[in-house]
């Protein structure tokens, strides 16, 4: 009985009444406290994003839409899709835009990818583009998703 | 009584710990992103939704095809305050070898997460550690040692009973 009355004994529950607390605390915080974002939408997308899938992104890329590879140059090197002309997505924004500003306008549509589900890169790039009035839209799940599905590929620096 | 089981070392580190884990908390919980000028404004717009996008990008519990966003989201939305809740029981020193404990199960479960995102090659600019902006810490074999490091003083601070009076 006084082992059970020392203040000092370890307590499994209260390692899981910890859990909790912090948990219910974070949860009231989220809903109640004007910092929070709702749990069921995915963080990346924002509302206005369009994504395609990668069978309906590789008919249409076979009809002329252009593809924007978002991740870094070296990822690109590595194999991209066919076509794709980089686009990384880094704080050259402008230069890149301006780079590709005629094909961008010519082009009805523009599919921007990028690694995969933790990859934000596509979206960022597919915003700014429709700032400037270009309407892209996302490849879900990006690069992973192209191969996947044993679509070809390309590598090196040739589009 | 050996050295080492003298009160105030678990004490001390305790409290470093717990100072540590609170000020982990702080910027995923308060913080509010500003907008740039003429940047496209991120859906997310504060902590709990910027550490969201941190948590995504390791990988590990998704979103993808099977795991859906609610659940890398509810654990951006509750770990933080765990965190803070196990810190200042830490500083306090209220449940100091449960809240110890927690936080070493806590490093332990970010230790693996950081090395597979090395494994993977997955390039983590910013941990989430602390700062959620642009140029934080690495997710690295630095972050490793650091996450190691902390979880042997939270297995120290569990792990030894202070022996308050001789027998």
């Not at chain 1, 934000?120 to 892209?136: D, M, T, Y």
């Not at chain 2, 654990?75 to 305050?81: K, M």
Request: aromatic share 8%; with cysteine.
């Amino acid at each position: 009985m006084a082992e059970t009355r020392n203040p000092q004994r370890l307590r499994p529950w209260r390692v899981l009444a910890i859990v909790a607390s912090g948990s219910a605390l974070g949860l009231v915080w989220n809903s109640a406290s004007g910092h929070g974002f709702p749990l069921s939408s995915n963080v990346y997308v924002q509302p206005g994003d369009q994504q395609v899938e990668s069978a309906e992104a590789k008919g249409l890329i076979q009809k002329g839409a252009l593809a924007l590879d978002a991740r870094p140059l070296w990822a690109y090197e590595a194999g991209h899709i066919p076509s794709a002309l980089p686009f990384p997505e880094d704080d050259k924004f402008d230069e890149h835009f301006a780079a590709l500003e005629p094909q961008l306008r010519s082009n009805l549509n523009v599919i921007v990818y990028c690694a995969g589900f933790g990859c934000e890169a596509s979206h960022i790039v597919a915003r700014k583009l429709k700032q400037h009035g270009i309407p892209a839209v996302v490849l879900n799940e990006g690069w992973p998703a192209w191969t996947d599905a044993g679509y070809p590929i390309r590598t090196g620096k040739q589009p | 009584m050996s050295a080492w089981r003298h009160p105030l070392i678990a004490r001390v580190l305790a409290i470093a710990l717990g100072l540590v884990f609170v000020y982990a908390s702080h910027d995923k919980i308060w913080k509010r992103v500003q907008q740039k000028q003429g940047q496209p404004l991120p859906t997310a717009v504060s902590g709990p939704a910027e550490f969201a996008r941190v948590i995504y990008r390791y990988q590990v519990l998704g979103p993808n095809a099977t795991l859906p966003p609610q659940v890398p989201n509810l654990l951006a939305v509750t770990l933080p305050w765990i965190e803070l809740v196990a810190g200042l029981l830490l500083i306090v020193g209220v449940w100091r070898r449960e809240a110890a404990l927690l936080c070493g199960l806590l490093l332990l479960t970010f230790i693996p997460a950081v090395a597979s995102t090395l494994w993977r090659g997955i390039d983590i600019q910013n941990c989430g550690c602390f700062s959620l902006a642009g140029e934080g810490r690495r997710a690295g074999l630095g972050l490793i040692a650091a996450d190691a490091a902390m979880f042997a003083a939270a297995l120290f601070v569990a792990g030894v009973r202070p022996q308050r009076s001789r027998p």
